[in-house]
């Protein structure tokens, strides 16, 4: 389905009721509201396995501007600016209050600048993945080489350094690295399954991907925040993780670094994963 969302129509789906029998009330869960990675994915990456927090909350799933199953917009409006306003917007338009936020990779990025743009909005913040600033592809490239080898350094240092991305980069970056981001074998269905609109990516790339930097602005976060790692992860390496935990005001963040695993977590390791994320929906940090 679709809202109108200011100059936009967001396609969103949603699982699990807000309200639940119990006894002789209604009990109300939270609501959980997922954004996807990318850029130029859409929500499709979190399904089936986040259906496993039903339990615990109403989840919402979110393709942002110009992504997925959303309204295209215009590149000017590609921006991480816009993008957190399209999250509060959302929220104002179909009546979601408090809601928990998850950014997974990309998805983080908007979560931040959502978070310090709107920090009284969000109950929790669940960040997945992701960083705060800009990318220090060397970090990155070190950890490709060492979980595929001297073909996979040298495809994700073709990809990964310079702000435009050309078709051979973007393919042996395909072939090469993607599959080492998860240690479990890779589904390549699950990039089949998503509608990718490779303008944005590249748009992103040649715009604000090197330059965005909440690192400083993470002190107007308010709310409890989780934060979430692999270990083994090579595009978002532990050091971001580290440096979101680092700048935040202190006691707010809770943070969790998963062994042997990559960039998909939940693939990786999916019993502690949704198992902590439970636990930090329905008591906090």
Request: proline letters at 8%; one cysteine or more.
């Amino acid at each position: 389905m679709r809202a109108k969302v200011g100059d936009v129509q967001l396609f969103f789906d949603v699982e699990g009721p807000k309200l639940r029998p119990q006894g002789p009330a209604m009990r109300e869960v939270p609501t959980l509201l997922l954004l996807h990675g990318g850029p130029g994915g859409d929500h499709s990456s979190f399904k089936p396995a986040y259906s496993a927090l039903t339990d615990v909350a109403q989840v919402i799933y979110l393709d942002h501007r110009g992504q997925g199953r959303s309204h295209r917009s215009t590149p000017e409006r590609w921006n991480l600016a816009q993008w957190a306003d399209d999250v509060k917007l959302f929220c104002d338009t179909v009546g979601i209050e408090r809601p928990i936020v998850l950014g997974l990779s990309f998805g983080g990025f908007v979560a931040l600048a959502y978070a310090t743009r709107y920090p009284d909005h969000p109950a929790k913040l669940i960040l997945c993945s992701t960083r705060a600033g800009p990318p220090e592809p060397d970090r990155e490239i070190e950890v490709f080489e060492r979980l595929g080898g001297p073909a996979a350094g040298a495809a994700a240092r073709k990809y990964l350094t310079g702000n435009s991305i050309d078709a051979d980069a973007l393919r042996d970056y395909a072939r090469l690295c993607r599959p080492l981001y998860t240690r479990v074998p890779y589904d390549p269905n699950r990039d089949i399954r998503q509608d990718w609109k490779t303008d944005v990516l590249r748009h992103f790339r040649e715009t604000e991907d090197y330059t965005f930097d909440f690192v400083a602005e993470l002190k107007r976060i308010k709310c409890p925040t989780l934060v979430l790692v692999g270990e083994d992860d090579p595009i978002t390496p532990p050091f971001y993780s580290d440096q979101i935990v680092a700048a935040m005001p202190p006691g707010l963040a809770r943070y969790e670094r998963f062994a042997n695993a990559g960039h998909g977590i939940a693939a990786d390791a999916p019993e502690r994963f949704f198992n902590v994320i439970r636990e930090f929906i329905s008591n906090g940090q």
